[in-house]
């Protein structure tokens, strides 16, 4: 008996809802899914890959997540999300410059997206330059005097503290540890920063 065809329409939109849910497996599964059925010509394929990608990272698998981001961004070189997820990837790896790079490239093509520039500031804290990573956040901190703005940014690096404390819980090794523990202390220095954004309208 033939199997039943794939819809990879349908794949596509079930694996974004499993994604928001937080359900990241089965996210996988479906976006896999959805790029075998639906063909090298989707038109689509370039965010799929990079919302795969996205399903890897939120799993703290970064190698599985790095190569999905760069499939996207090969797909198409102007995705500047796709280097922003990239340069995440290895910053979680502990490969902070080629992380810097990365973001800088998301900014060359998209200087109006903010998580590059928080990103990259999360990068120059992990190396103890405060004074730059604070010359970097002022590029957009007005960017969060809007509450709603604020409030979607904020979730994203309260998920980051999360993912770390998951780490420190799951591991014996002192060095993922003690990483783990200097990203929760940065990422909670840019959340604070973030929150006081709105006190600080002209």
């Given at each position: 008996?033939?199997?039943?065809?794939?819809?990879?329409?349908?794949?596509?939109?079930?694996?974004?809802?499993?994604?928001?849910?937080?359900?990241?497996?089965?996210?996988?599964?479906?976006?896999?899914?959805?790029?075998?059925?639906?063909?090298?010509?989707?038109?689509?394929?370039?965010?799929?890959?990079?919302?795969?990608?996205?399903?890897?990272?939120?799993?703290?698998?970064?190698?599985?997540?790095?190569?999905?981001?760069?499939?996207?961004?090969?797909?198409?070189?102007?995705?500047?999300?796709?280097?922003?997820?990239?340069?995440?990837?290895?910053?979680?790896?502990?490969?902070?410059?080629?992380?810097?790079?990365?973001?800088?490239?998301?900014?060359?093509?998209?200087?109006?997206?903010?998580?590059?520039?928080?990103?990259?500031?999360?990068?120059?804290?992990?190396?103890?330059?405060?004074?730059?990573?604070?010359?970097?956040?002022?590029?957009?901190?007005?960017?969060?005097?809007?509450?709603?703005?604020?409030?979607?940014?904020?979730?994203?690096?309260?998920?980051?503290?999360?993912?770390?404390?998951?780490?420190?819980?799951?591991?014996?090794?002192?060095?993922?540890?003690?990483?783990?523990?200097?990203?929760?202390?940065?990422?909670?220095?840019?959340?604070?920063?973030?929150?006081?954004?709105?006190?600080?309208?002209a």
């Amino acid at each position: 008996m033939a199997q039943p065809k794939i819809d990879a329409h349908q794949a596509y939109w079930q694996a974004d809802g499993l994604l928001l849910g937080n359900n990241f497996k089965q996210a996988v599964v479906l976006y896999s899914r959805s790029i075998k059925a639906g063909g090298s010509l989707s038109s689509k394929l370039g965010s799929k890959y990079y919302r795969l990608g996205s399903s890897f990272y939120c799993q703290q698998k970064y190698e599985k997540a790095m190569m999905r981001y760069q499939r996207a961004a090969k797909l198409d070189s102007s995705f500047y999300q796709a280097y922003n997820g990239i340069g995440l990837c290895h910053l979680n790896l502990g490969r902070i410059e080629e992380a810097i790079r990365l973001f800088k490239k998301s900014l060359m093509l998209s200087k109006d997206y903010d998580l590059p520039y928080i990103n990259w500031a999360l990068a120059l804290l992990l190396r103890g330059k405060k004074h730059e990573a604070l010359d970097v956040f002022e590029k957009i901190r007005t960017q969060y005097e809007n509450a709603e703005k604020r409030n979607k940014t904020l979730e994203i690096y309260k998920e980051e503290i999360v993912f770390a404390k998951e780490r420190i819980a799951s591991s014996n090794d002192s060095n993922v540890i003690k990483s783990a523990e200097e990203m929760i202390r940065v990422v909670q220095y840019i959340i604070d920063l973030i929150q006081k954004a709105c006190f600080e309208e002209a």
